[in-house]
């Protein structure tokens, strides 16, 4: 992945309010896209005029260029002219919704639409190729933009640390997959009280490239046409929003929702009663003492009432006593398992990549020279999901596997990998696949291992939301330093003492650059919540645990809270003595929010100050109302580093200063 983060400047204040198009759908939003000669649009020359909620697109249909005036009458720049030029174009025929026109010379046929109160433009390619657009960020006015690095990211345009080139931590010059870089296809720009999103769709083999020109970030989508990856089809929709920098994320979830790809943790629940143990849980791995019965014990005796608890795939896994011991308290418990990695099973390093028969070498993917792809950790090759797909009705690979790990009884499951962002294609014999081929064996197992266990898996991108009940990664922005730094054993820690691994334990002090990058909250925006809290939980990266950067601690928290997201944790004995008690006291904190509205849509964000220090959140219809003071001077009584909570039932607020929690 090539991108990165935020960092300095104050911005005037945001309301609340998002266009129809971000927040909900209204009668009028759904009227846009009906088929009456309105919603058709106008024609003149090359200027195609179509209505959208909350104002009017104009396509130029020579160059793609894209425009807009909003209800006000405001002019707006969403797209520059496609980059490289496209050729002449075909003629441009009417249709019921929009239009349709050809760019021979590209090989391109395009279709414009009003839908659902966005403007929607595909391409479909007759060989392969590529395009560069929409050219995104050249309004004048543009002032921000918004990025799903890991729960998301609002960057001034001007910002100099942003401005930057990536080697100082910066944006420009690097590009995105969207498919495996961002946590949402999506992109967006706030100008002031108007703004815009960008959702791509087909985000496998759409890129996004962050150049500074003139001082200002500036964005360009690139997607590749392969008839082979089965990508020849490339879709953009436009969406005018109010500039609010959740906005983007919001008309996602809208989007989401209007075809029925929008989870919904309340029917998982439903569906799986152990799911709702996840409401009011922080989460943490365990290690040496802390994985044992007692170890649970002494989490109860410290008063944690909600617990998820995972372990390593390790010779020594919880025991059936633990596992009884945690479900007893109330907590849920589950192996870390992947289903990615194949080694010789006569050497393998890890029990996880060790697999029956001939599953490895036969099932390893294929490059198109027929080599395997080289597992990650440059460990044996990465597995086919379709190979495993076609094997399990006689086989029973995963299902074997699966039962074997939680013959303890666990009642939860972390499926490293399988909802990240890197797919693969597949050119082995027998078990060929496409990226989005594999998306679809990887959802398929998913949904299978969902129906009996509270699943989770890493850093999941939004296809995997209806499958998911919690997601370790997306909460985390990483930016491209942290892994060089992770690397090196040294600074990070290593893997080693098996009991307390100083790669999990070690605390870290982050660069300067990286902590600007990652955890600034003035760049820091609930965009991955917005989308979809309320579908699944999120939390950060569980090597990141709580304690593995102290400089890090109360922002962290503040951000936990103000977001509706567990803390994540790695535990052993002593770090359970030394640190149990302010963890306790942070959960209990956070339990009855999280149990009251883990569930409820994200519906509010905004800064209530200039400087963007003090934040505030709303869930659901005014059921929890969150502000945080991540500053170092008081905010109308809120305290710097001191967080407000406000359930619709409570009488005044409840305060925590994460610094003070003692237990």
Same mark, same amino acid.
């Given at each position: 992945?090539?991108?990165?983060?935020?960092?300095?400047?104050?911005?005037?204040?945001?309301?609340?309010?998002?266009?129809?198009?971000?927040?909900?759908?209204?009668?009028?939003?759904?009227?846009?896209?009906?088929?009456?000669?309105?919603?058709?649009?106008?024609?003149?020359?090359?200027?195609?005029?179509?209505?959208?909620?909350?104002?009017?697109?104009?396509?130029?249909?020579? #160059?793609?260029?894209?425009?807009?005036?909003?209800?006000?009458?405001?002019?707006?720049?969403?797209?520059?002219?496609?980059?490289?030029?496209?050729?002449?174009?075909?003629?441009?025929?009417?249709?019921?919704?929009?239009?349709?026109?050809?760019?021979?010379?590209?090989?391109?046929?395009?279709?414009?639409?009003?839908?659902?109160?966005?403007?929607?433009?595909?391409?479909?390619?007759?060989?392969?190729?590529?395009?560069?657009?929409?050219?995104?960020?050249?309004?004048?006015?543009?002032?921000?933009?918004?990025?799903?690095?890991?729960?998301?990211?609002?960057?001034?345009?001007?910002?100099?640390?942003?401005?930057?080139?990536?080697?100082?931590?910066?944006?420009?010059?690097?590009?995105?997959?969207? #498919?495996?870089?961002?946590?949402?296809?999506?992109?967006?720009?706030?100008?002031?009280?108007?703004?815009?999103?960008?959702?791509?769709?087909?985000?496998?083999?759409?890129?996004?490239?962050?150049?500074?020109?003139?001082?200002?970030?500036?964005?360009?989508?690139?997607?590749?046409?392969?008839?082979?990856?089965?990508?020849?089809?490339?879709?953009? #929709?436009?969406?005018?929003?109010?500039?609010?920098?959740?906005?983007?994320?919001?008309?996602?979830?809208?989007?989401?929702?209007?075809?029925?790809?929008?989870?919904?943790?309340?029917?998982?629940?439903?569906?799986?009663?152990?799911?709702?143990?996840?409401?009011?849980?922080?989460?943490?791995?365990?290690?040496?003492?802390?994985?044992?019965?007692?170890?649970?014990?002494?989490?109860?005796?410290?008063?944690?009432?909600?617990?998820?608890?995972?372990?390593?795939?390790?010779?020594?896994?919880?025991?059936?006593?633990?596992?009884?011991?945690?479900?007893?308290?109330?907590?849920?418990?589950?192996?870390?398992?992947?289903?990615?990695?194949?080694?010789?099973?006569?050497?393998?390093? #890890?029990?996880?990549?060790?697999?029956?028969?001939?599953?490895?070498?036969?099932?390893?993917?294929?490059?198109?020279?027929?080599?395997?792809?080289?597992? $990650?950790?440059?460990?044996?090759?990465?597995?086919?999901?379709?190979?495993?797909?076609?094997?399990?009705?006689?086989?029973?690979?995963?299902?074997?596997?699966?039962?074997?790990?939680?013959?303890?009884?666990?009642?939860?499951?972390?499926?490293?990998?399988?909802?990240?962002?890197?797919?693969?294609?597949?050119?082995?014999?027998?078990?060929?696949?496409?990226?989005?081929?594999?998306?679809?064996?990887?959802?398929?197992?998913?949904?299978?291992?969902?129906?009996?266990?509270?699943?989770?898996?890493?850093?999941?991108?939004?296809?995997?939301?209806?499958?998911?009940?919690?997601?370790?990664?997306?909460?985390?922005?990483?930016?491209?330093?942290?892994?060089?730094?992770?690397?090196?054993?040294?600074?990070?820690?290593?893997?080693?003492?098996?009991?307390?691994?100083?790669?999990?334990?070690?605390?870290?002090?982050?660069?300067?650059?990286?902590?600007?990058?990652?955890?600034?909250?003035?760049?820091?925006?609930?965009?991955?919540?917005?989308?979809?809290?309320?579908?699944?939980?999120?939390?950060?990266?569980?090597?990141?645990?709580?304690?593995?950067?102290?400089?890090?601690?109360?922002?962290?928290?503040?951000?936990?809270?103000?977001?509706?997201?567990?803390?994540?944790?790695?535990?052993?004995?002593?770090?359970?003595?030394?640190?149990?008690?302010?963890?306790?006291?942070?959960?209990?904190?956070?339990?009855?929010?999280?149990?009251?509205?883990?569930?409820?849509?994200?519906?509010? $964000?905004?800064?209530?100050?200039?400087?963007?220090?003090?934040?505030?959140?709303? $869930?659901?219809?005014?059921?929890?109302?969150?502000?945080?003071?991540?500053?170092?001077?008081?905010?109308?009584?809120?305290?710097?580093?001191?967080?407000?909570?406000?359930?619709?039932?409570?009488?005044?607020?409840?305060?925590?200063?994460?610094?003070?929690?003692?237990?």
């Amino acid at each position: 992945m090539k991108s990165h983060l935020p960092r300095t400047t104050g911005r005037h204040r945001r309301t609340t309010r998002v266009l129809a198009a971000s927040l909900a759908l209204t009668a009028t939003t759904f009227g846009v896209a009906g088929c009456d000669s309105a919603a058709a649009g106008t024609l003149e020359g090359s200027r195609l005029e179509l209505p959208v909620a909350g104002g009017t697109a104009v396509v130029d249909t020579a #160059s793609l260029a894209v425009n807009a005036r909003t209800a006000h009458g405001r002019a707006l720049v969403l797209s520059g002219p496609a980059g490289g030029g496209l050729g002449k174009p075909g003629p441009v025929t009417r249709t019921a919704h929009g239009a349709r026109w050809s760019y021979p010379a590209k090989g391109l046929k395009v279709t414009a639409s009003s839908e659902r109160g966005r403007l929607r433009i595909t391409l479909r390619a007759d060989r392969d190729g590529s395009v560069s657009w929409p050219v995104t960020g050249t309004d004048r006015a543009a002032a921000a933009l918004q990025l799903p690095r890991g729960e998301g990211l609002d960057v001034p345009v001007r910002d100099a640390f942003w401005n930057a080139d990536a080697e100082k931590g910066g944006l420009a010059g690097s590009t995105v997959d969207v #498919s495996e870089g961002l946590s949402l296809p999506l992109w967006g720009y706030s100008m002031g009280a108007a703004g815009v999103s960008y959702l791509t769709p087909t985000d496998i083999g759409t890129s996004l490239r962050l150049a500074s020109t003139g001082g200002r970030l500036r964005t360009t989508a690139a997607h590749a046409f392969d008839a082979g990856e089965d990508t020849r089809d490339y879709e953009v #929709s436009f969406a005018l929003t109010d500039g609010n920098p959740v906005a983007p994320a919001a008309d996602y979830r809208s989007y989401l929702a209007q075809r029925g790809q929008l989870g919904n943790l309340r029917r998982k629940i439903r569906q799986n009663p152990a799911n709702g143990k996840l409401l009011g849980a922080f989460h943490a791995y365990v290690w040496g003492d802390a994985r044992t019965a007692s170890g649970v014990g002494r989490l109860k005796q410290l008063g944690v009432d909600r617990m998820w608890l995972g372990y390593d795939a390790g010779p020594d896994p919880m025991n059936a006593a633990a596992v009884r011991a945690a479900k007893k308290a109330g907590y849920l418990v589950g192996p870390y398992d992947t289903f990615a990695n194949g080694q010789d099973p006569k050497k393998a390093d #890890s029990p996880t990549s060790a697999w029956p028969g001939r599953v490895y070498p036969d099932f390893c993917i294929r490059k198109a020279d027929g080599t395997p792809e080289t597992g $990650f950790g440059n460990r044996g090759c990465y597995l086919s999901s379709r190979a495993f797909e076609k094997a399990e009705p006689r086989k029973h690979y995963l299902a074997d596997r699966t039962r074997t790990m939680v013959a303890n009884g666990a009642d939860s499951y972390f499926l490293d990998v399988d909802a990240t962002g890197e797919v693969f294609r597949d050119h082995g014999k027998g078990h060929e696949m496409t990226k989005a081929g594999d998306r679809e064996m990887r959802l398929a197992r998913m949904q299978r291992l969902s129906k009996n266990l509270v699943l989770g898996s890493e850093s999941a991108q939004s296809w995997a939301n209806r499958v998911l009940a919690y997601n370790h990664g997306s909460g985390t922005p990483a930016a491209d330093g942290l892994w060089p730094l992770e690397k090196d054993r040294k600074t990070w820690g290593g893997y080693f003492p098996e009991k307390a691994p100083g790669a999990f334990f070690k605390p870290v002090k982050l660069p300067a650059e990286l902590a600007t990058a990652m955890y600034d909250p003035k760049y820091r925006v609930p965009l991955y919540e917005t989308a979809l809290h309320g579908s699944l939980v999120n939390a950060e990266r569980w090597e990141l645990s709580y304690e593995k950067l102290p400089e890090q601690k109360t922002t962290r928290a503040l951000l936990a809270m103000l977001y509706n997201t567990p803390l994540n944790y790695v535990l052993d004995g002593p770090t359970l003595e030394k640190k149990g008690p302010e963890m306790a006291a942070l959960q209990k904190y956070f339990s009855p929010l999280h149990r009251a509205a883990g569930t409820e849509q994200l519906t509010s $964000f905004r800064w209530l100050t200039g400087d963007r220090s003090v934040q505030r959140t709303v $869930f659901g219809d005014g059921t929890l109302t969150v502000t945080a003071n991540f500053g170092s001077r008081a905010h109308e009584g809120l305290p710097g580093g001191c967080v407000d909570a406000k359930l619709r039932t409570d009488d005044k607020p409840r305060r925590l200063c994460p610094a003070q929690a003692n237990g």
